[in-house]
């Protein structure tokens, strides 16, 4: 039992000052316990839905205003861009890129061909034999010195296979890339100052009032409101 009779599990953790460095509440690892795992003891215990909504101050009946400027005292709105505050606090709506391979990686394992490197051990034997041949004591005074040409036209034509094929893999990394993007870009419908707006799943911000529909592909982590299930 707490200090005034009520239960600890029902008393909420949070009060509107616990973080006295932000404009919030709650922070971002306080709303991930929540998520990840599902925690409903832990929603209980921060107050529930309505309190939580509070602290990220947002009114689930309007959702958020779209001219929401910085909480901060002191900061010049003119210069902020709306939702800046949360965007610093939480973050964006954007899952960190893969990392894809540099162009050096690609050329390595382009050459890691059991072909292109017999191919290079060969031409480096062929080349050092050519040079040899031509200079030896032993070579004749009026023939060309052309015994390094074999060994080096393997040389060039094992490089220009490699570098084809890295650049080749390069460019379809890039162009896989930017199918991603364009397949993670689309558009949600929230709830902002009362009115339903259509707007890009990565211009969603922690507090938005998703609306959703039969079918819809949830793009984030979220509370329950109110609806049918």
Same mark, same amino acid.
Not at 59 to 62: A, E, F, K, L, M
Not at 128 to 146: C, K, L
């Given at each position: 039992m707490s200090a005034n009779g009520r239960d600890?599990?029902?008393t909420p953790l949070l009060s509107d000052s616990?973080?006295?460095?932000?404009?919030?509440?709650?922070?971002?690892?306080?709303?991930?316990?929540?998520?990840?795992?599902?925690?409903?003891?832990?929603?209980?215990?921060?107050?529930?839905?309505?309190?939580?909504?509070?602290l990220l101050r947002v009114?689930?009946? $309007?959702g958020l205003s779209?001219?929401?400027?910085?909480?901060? #005292?002191?900061? /010049?709105?003119?210069?902020?861009? =709306?939702?800046?505050?949360?965007?610093?606090?939480f973050g964006e709506n954007v899952l960190p890129a893969?990392?894809?391979?540099?162009?050096?990686?690609?050329?390595?394992?382009?050459?890691?061909?059991?072909?292109?490197?017999?191919? $290079?051990?060969a031409a480096i034997v062929s080349l050092?034999?050519? #040079?040899?041949? /031509?200079?030896?004591?032993?070579? =004749?005074?009026?023939?060309?010195?052309?015994g390094w040409v074999e060994g080096t036209a393997i040389l060039v034509a094992v490089a220009a296979?490699?570098?084809?094929?890295?650049?080749?893999?390069?460019?379809?990394?890039?162009?896989?890339?930017?199918?991603?993007a364009k397949k993670d870009d689309r558009t949600v419908k929230v709830l902002r100052g009362g009115k339903e707006n259509q707007i890009s799943v990565f211009d969603l911000n922690v507090g938005d009032i998703l609306l959703l529909e039969p079918g819809d592909i949830i793009a984030v982590d979220a509370l329950y409101l109110e609806g049918c299930v």
């Open positions: 600890s599990a029902t616990a973080h006295a460095s932000g404009p919030f509440g709650i922070d971002s690892n306080e709303l991930a316990r929540l998520i990840d795992p599902k925690n409903p003891e832990l929603l209980k215990r921060l107050g529930g839905v309505s309190r939580i909504c509070t009114d689930p009946t $309007t779209p001219d929401e400027q910085s909480f901060e #005292i002191g900061v /010049d709105a003119a210069k902020d861009k =709306p939702f800046a505050d949360r965007r610093r606090v893969a990392k894809s391979k540099s162009y050096i990686e690609l050329v390595w394992e382009a050459y890691n061909d059991k072909t292109l490197i017999m191919l $290079t051990i050092a034999v050519g #040079i040899w041949e /031509d200079y030896s004591p032993n070579h =004749p005074q009026d023939e060309p010195r052309i296979v490699v570098f084809t094929n890295a650049t080749n893999d390069y460019q379809k990394e890039i162009q896989f890339k930017k199918l991603n």
